[in-house]
């Protein structure tokens, strides 16, 4: 079964820097790009990184994205209270033949 | 300026068949590389990707829902709907619509609001 596998918490505090991982497979993340979201309390998903590591338009240049192999990682630079979220890895998944989504990261600024 | 809209019963009994409804303004489901998708979100869980439909009728589905769903547009109203029969509670959650891109299936651009919709007896 195809999955993409992120920590469910991570917390950090102002100005700090934080990295979320997901781990997927050679059907997903190895194989496709890597799409980042963030869920703020109550409200539909955004679209915070696509292909691996471009930011929409409006997306500060604190998020950034990468992707090495089978894993991919969104790191948040200048962590501000504002950023306290939900944040989703997605990838196509080739056995899916559709898009697969993690499993979500709490993140806690403290 | 993209904008999409979800709307459909709020609550549905078990074993009746749901029917949403996508309405978007801002892009046209004819222009070469648009789709549409449906994902949902249990309360407290995770997204869960549940169809797409693309510009030239090419519509997927999550294997584990398949059998259950259907995703139609109509061009001309800028709506796509989504049907899911037999309704469980274990389908109580908030259903989104977004707008993507053929080369960009997992990257959903725009979404709606979400609707909340509840399987109750």
């Known amino acids: 079964q195809s999955v993409l596998t992120q920590p469910p918490s991570a917390s950090g505090t102002p100005g700090q820097r934080v990295t979320i991982s997901c781990s997927g497979s050679?059907?997903?993340?190895?194989?496709?790009?890597v799409y980042w979201y963030q869920q703020l309390p109550g409200t539909a998903p955004k679209l915070l990184i696509y292909?691996?590591?471009q930011r929409p338009s409006g997306v500060p240049d604190r998020f950034s994205g990468s992707k090495s192999g089978t894993s991919a990682s969104l790191a948040i630079s200048g962590l501000r209270s504002e950023d306290e979220a939900d944040y989703y890895c997605?990838?196509?998944?080739?056995?899916?033949?559709?898009?697969?989504f993690g499993g979500g990261t709490k993140l806690t600024v403290l | 300026q993209i904008t999409l809209k979800e709307s459909g019963p709020t609550l549905v009994k078990p074993t009746q068949t749901l029917t949403l409804t996508c309405t978007f303004s801002?892009?046209?489901?004819?222009?070469?590389?648009?789709?549409v998708g449906w994902i949902r979100q249990p309360p407290g869980k995770a997204l869960e990707w549940l169809a797409l439909?693309?510009?030239?009728?090419?519509?997927r589905y999550s294997p584990s829902l398949k059998s259950r769903l259907t995703i139609t547009k109509d061009t001309s109203k800028n709506q796509v709907v989504l049907t899911m029969t037999n309704m469980d509670p274990v389908d109580t959650a908030t259903y989104y619509c977004?707008?993507?891109?053929?080369?960009?299936?997992?990257?959903?651009?725009?979404w709606g609001q979400g609707t909340l919709v509840t399987v109750s007896s």
């Open positions: 977004a707008h993507t891109h053929y080369y960009d299936s997992s990257g959903f651009g725009y």
């Open positions: 801002g892009f046209s489901l004819s222009t070469s590389g648009v789709g």
């Open positions: 439909i693309y510009w030239d009728d090419d519509k």
């Open positions: 050679s059907s997903n993340i190895g194989s496709n790009y």
């Open positions: 292909r691996n590591n």
């Open positions: 997605a990838a196509w998944d080739d056995s899916l033949s559709g898009p697969l």
